[in-house]
């Protein structure tokens, strides 16, 4: 029996990339250096050595893929700007070429009648701030600030959305502990100051766009998983509390309770960083909606000893990698997933998207919420008259897409959903192999193929809604 699943109006149908996955030519028009730039091009980092250098070509190829997005059906459209393309040295001159750039992009987006949802910051901090300390250094979250009002003076009057930056914890947490992301460092205590810093620069954001009379809502990535506890044990599920708190609630807590969880501060010690007072009032400063990346959920364990880590089931999640200084601090383990999986080794859990929003909704008293990223990488096939069909990649969409509208039904207020990604992109550590993307890129060429996903995307986009089989 089929019925049909209406969004509320106005409901965003969009679609996403970040500046370094996509736009290529990061050194363009007197653009500056980036860590993604300088870890990319370090030996060893990165699946075969590849880099953003050309990516996908869209700093030159904006118009034909905004055309694309309005074929496709998107109603909006998340993209990130370089910090260093706009400020060479992060601070002081402004490169008028690069700013020029986002103007024309803006532009032809509203033109297009696509809303523009800009992420100050994915990830790609100038190199020059990089060397005075980067995050770690408090003066960044200042840094920052300046490099907002910027783009706020030049975009401003036509952007509906704006996020601050893109998934903090994955920055202190991949970038600064583990060691996975640029910068490439593995140090706790550095790791959990430049969680606090990051924090304090989403409030000098807030602040910054609050005083230039810009238009629009404001919000944050959060990377927001279904932590869930391996059995119904007190043990596992007090494991599965610690994991939630560190890696959900210590990134939002503070911005929506003004708090970092008390339980975190106790058993991070003397490495959780220095609070000054007046902070959390900065961080606090109140925003319109929060954004969410979700791919999966985490299950663990509790593990005394913190000994069990090690093998796949670390390596995706919220909670992964999880390394085992990580896993003794927090004393649990990673359960291996059940399945079924994407073709990069992610399981595959819908309902989890809803148990996520649900966590939300009653944490934080029912505050507005944009999906800002899901999304599943599946190996494509081309067929001989260069058709691309990728019904596993269309089924994930429907899938999650309807797990969110249960979850609306249930009182959430979500205001939109992004696909991760609109177009397949440079996936940093996974490289170029994790194809993402509503639109194939031909790597060789830079052509670009509608997936069979991309045309069920916009359906839904223009009908507000879709059917279902039940």
Same mark, same amino acid.
């Given at each position: %029996?089929?019925?049909?699943?209406?969004?509320?109006?106005?409901?965003?149908?969009?679609?996403?990339?970040?500046?370094? $996955?996509? +736009?290529?030519?990061?050194?363009?028009?007197?653009?500056?250096?980036?860590?993604?730039?300088?870890?990319?091009?370090?030996?060893?980092? %990165?699946?075969?050595?590849?880099?953003?250098?050309?990516?996908?070509?869209?700093?030159? &190829?904006?118009?034909?893929? !905004? @055309?694309?997005?309005? +074929?496709?059906?998107?109603?909006?459209?998340?993209?990130?700007? *370089?910090?260093?393309?706009?400020?060479?040295?992060?601070?002081?001159?402004?490169?008028?070429?690069?700013?020029?750039?986002?103007? &024309?992009?803006?532009?032809?987006?509203?033109?297009?009648?696509?809303?523009?949802?800009?992420?100050?910051?994915?990830?790609?901090?100038?190199?020059?701030?990089?060397?005075?300390?980067?995050?770690?250094?408090?003066?960044?979250?200042?840094?920052?600030?300046?490099?907002?009002?910027?783009?706020?003076?030049?975009?401003?009057?036509?952007?509906?959305?704006?996020?601050?930056?893109?998934?903090?914890?994955?920055?202190?947490?991949?970038?600064?502990?583990?060691?996975?992301?640029?910068?490439?460092?593995?140090?706790?205590?550095?790791?959990?100051?430049?969680?606090?810093?990051?924090?304090?620069?989403?409030?000098?954001?807030? $602040?910054?766009?609050?005083? *230039?009379?810009?238009?629009?809502?404001?919000?944050?990535?959060?990377?927001?998983?279904?932590?869930?506890?391996?059995?119904?044990?007190?043990?596992?599920?007090?494991? @599965?509390?610690?994991?939630?708190?560190?890696?959900?609630?210590?990134?939002?807590?503070?911005?929506?309770?003004?708090?970092?969880?008390?339980?975190?501060? +106790?058993?991070?010690?003397?490495?959780?960083?220095?609070?000054?007072?007046?902070?959390?009032?900065?961080?606090?400063?109140? %925003?319109?909606?929060?954004?969410?990346?979700?791919?999966?959920?985490?299950?663990?364990?509790?593990?005394?000893?913190?000994?069990? !880590?090690?093998?796949?089931?670390?390596?995706?999640?919220?909670?992964?990698?999880?390394?085992?200084?990580?896993?003794?601090?927090?004393?649990?383990?990673?359960?291996?997933?059940?399945?079924?999986?994407?073709?990069?080794?992610?399981?595959?859990?819908?309902?989890?998207?809803?148990?996520?929003?649900?966590?939300?909704?009653?944490?934080?008293?029912?505050?507005? !919420?944009?999906?800002?990223?899901?999304?599943?990488?599946?190996?494509?096939?081309?067929?001989?008259?260069?058709?691309?069909?990728?019904?596993?990649?269309?089924?994930?969409?429907?899938?999650?897409?309807? @797990?969110?509208?249960?979850?609306?039904?249930?009182?959430?207020?979500?205001?939109?959903?992004?696909?991760?990604?609109?177009?397949?992109?440079?996936?940093?550590?996974?490289?170029?192999?994790?194809?993402?993307?509503?639109?194939?890129?031909?790597?060789?060429?830079?052509?670009?193929?509608?997936?069979?996903?991309?045309?069920?995307?916009?359906?839904?986009?223009?009908?507000?809604?879709?059917?279902?089989?039940?």
């Amino acid at each position: %029996m089929a019925s049909t699943l209406r969004f509320p109006d106005g409901f965003l149908w969009g679609a996403a990339t970040s500046s370094y $996955q996509v +736009e290529g030519y990061p050194l363009a028009d007197g653009a500056g250096r980036s860590i993604w730039h300088t870890f990319a091009h370090t030996p060893g980092n %990165m699946v075969n050595d590849e880099n953003g250098d050309v990516a996908c070509d869209h700093y030159h &190829r904006f118009r034909e893929d !905004v @055309a694309l997005m309005r +074929e496709v059906g998107l109603n909006a459209y998340h993209f990130s700007i *370089s910090w260093p393309r706009v400020l060479p040295e992060g601070v002081g001159r402004v490169n008028a070429l690069g700013l020029d750039f986002y103007d &024309r992009l803006v532009d032809e987006l509203v033109a297009a009648g696509i809303s523009p949802a800009i992420v100050l910051y994915a990830w790609e901090l100038p190199t020059d701030l990089q060397d005075l300390g980067g995050w770690a250094n408090r003066d960044c979250a200042e840094w920052f600030g300046e490099y907002t009002s910027v783009v706020y003076r030049r975009l401003g009057d036509r952007v509906t959305h704006w996020l601050s930056m893109c998934e903090p914890m994955s920055i202190a947490h991949h970038g600064h502990i583990v060691g996975a992301l640029a910068p490439g460092m593995r140090d706790l205590y550095t790791g959990l100051k430049v969680g606090h810093h990051l924090m304090l620069g989403h409030g000098r954001a807030v $602040q910054a766009f609050r005083a *230039s009379g810009g238009i629009g809502e404001f919000g944050i990535i959060n990377a927001q998983a279904d932590i869930q506890a391996a059995s119904d044990s007190d043990a596992d599920r007090a494991a @599965a509390e610690r994991v939630d708190t560190h890696f959900n609630a210590l990134f939002l807590d503070p911005i929506m309770r003004g708090e970092y969880p008390p339980a975190a501060v +106790e058993w991070l010690g003397e490495a959780f960083p220095e609070v000054r007072d007046g902070d959390l009032d900065i961080i606090s400063t109140p %925003m319109d909606f929060i954004g969410i990346d979700y791919y999966c959920r985490t299950v663990v364990a509790d593990d005394p000893d913190g000994s069990g !880590v090690g093998g796949k089931a670390e390596e995706i999640g919220a909670a992964g990698p999880l390394d085992s200084g990580m896993a003794r601090l927090l004393k649990v383990r990673v359960v291996a997933p059940d399945g079924p999986f994407t073709d990069i080794g992610w399981e595959i859990t819908p309902d989890s998207l809803g148990n996520a929003l649900r966590w939300l909704r009653d944490r934080y008293d029912n505050p507005p !919420v944009v999906i800002t990223e899901f999304g599943a990488a599946f190996r494509d096939e081309v067929g001989p008259d260069g058709a691309v069909d990728d019904p596993k990649r269309l089924a994930y969409l429907r899938d999650h897409a309807a @797990a969110a509208h249960a979850a609306i039904e249930d009182g959430v207020d979500l205001r939109g959903i992004f696909i991760w990604s609109f177009i397949d992109t440079y996936e940093f550590n996974l490289g170029y192999d994790a194809r993402f993307g509503l639109v194939r890129v031909d790597y060789k060429t830079l052509d670009r193929t509608v997936k069979s996903s991309g045309r069920w995307w916009g359906a839904a986009a223009r009908a507000n809604g879709f059917d279902v089989i039940s």
